[in-house]
């Protein structure tokens, strides 16, 4: 590759050898999680990505560098610092630069992920459009991202706090395939439903298997989003949620929180509403979806490194 970007050796070896890999986010290790459950939950998704025989590669920015196949110690330095930026699309070049820990989003993992040809990508919820975006235009590149790269996203929905009507919708205007594993409707993040259906339902990986040739068929692009919805002991009830939702949201208005600060503030606040709840269900769901993206990387292997 080039100096500025640092490639793991197993991860090095995964890709010049066509084995199965899956990359993983790193800001919901500096922004989505408290610390230590952060560190647990980062190596967790490493574990269980390893036990289904693929090969995990978490990324992020380490003083500079842009780094595919974070270590222990990489880990703990987005866990712990203050300061860690949250780079997405636009910033991301603009941390390449010494003395910079940056983490990366859905958006800014799938743009380092396709650059070295990981194909699969695993994280708890996808950023989508913003309740309110009629005011704020407040609208995740994550979005666009997904149209952009030919990927398979395992999530288990765009994060609750969104409005997931103008997601979904959104999502079907980019192209973005979306299908439910064994479940027809698309899952709420901290809840297994929601009112909107899915584009299909599979069953097993063999269907998603055919989706893959078919696609490829007809030469298609963009990235397929497996829907994986979090387990029912740790799902909340909708009623719960929105309202916490509401409160942290009249809190963020108050105090002016938007941009790239608002997904944080809001997720803060509303596990603190929750009493930790909604970490806990959040914690479940990023292993789960590693879990389930191992076995799709490992399954889908030949088809995906043909493209
Ligand atoms: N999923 C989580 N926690 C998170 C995120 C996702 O369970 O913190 C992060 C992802 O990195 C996602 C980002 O890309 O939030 C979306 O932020 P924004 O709305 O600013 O695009
Ligand atoms: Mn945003």
Redesign the pocket.
């Known amino acids: 590759m080039n100096n500025k970007i640092l490639i793991d050796k197993d991860v090095k070896y995964a890709i010049k050898n066509k084995q199965p890999i899956v990359s993983l986010e790193s800001t919901l290790i500096s922004h989505g999680l408290p610390y230590p459950l952060n560190i647990e939950v980062a190596k967790k998704s490493i574990k269980v990505i390893k036990s289904t025989g693929s090969l995990p590669a978490t990324i992020g920015i380490i003083d500079g560098y842009i780094k595919i196949g974070l270590n222990d110690e990489d880990i703990n330095i987005l866990a712990k610092k203050k300061n860690v930026q949250k780079i997405s699309r636009h910033n991301i070049a603009l941390a390449m630069k010494k003395n910079s820990y940056a983490s990366t989003t859905v958006a800014s993992t799938m743009m380092i992920s396709s650059l070295v040809g990981i194909k699969v990508f695993s994280t708890g919820g996808i950023?989508g459009v913003?309740r309110n975006s009629q005011k704020t235009y407040?609208?995740?590149?994550d979005l666009i991202e997904l149209h952009r790269k030919n990927m398979i996203v395992v999530s288990s929905g765009a994060k609750s706090i969104l409005d997931i009507f103008k997601t979904n919708e959104l999502l079907e205007t980019l192209g973005v395939t979306k299908i439910g594993y064994k479940v027809d409707n698309v899952p709420g993040f901290w809840c297994r439903k929601t009112n909107l259906n899915v584009d299909l339902k599979i069953n097993n990986l063999q269907e998603l298997l055919k989706i893959i040739e078919n696609r490829n068929l007809i030469n298609q692009n963009g990235s397929i989003l497996i829907y994986n919805p979090v387990e029912k002991k740790y799902s909340i009830k909708n009623n719960d949620i929105e309202k916490w939702i509401n409160k942290a949201q009249k809190k963020a208005e108050k105090y002016k929180i938007k941009?790239?600060e608002?997904?944080p503030y809001l997720l803060k606040e509303i596990s603190e509403l929750s009493k930790g709840k909604t970490i806990k269900a959040n914690m479940s769901l990023i292993i789960n979806n590693a879990k389930l993206a191992g076995k799709i990387a490992n399954k889908m292997n030949k088809i995906l490194w043909k493209k």
């Open positions: 950023g913003h407040d609208i995740s590149s941009g790239k608002l997904t």
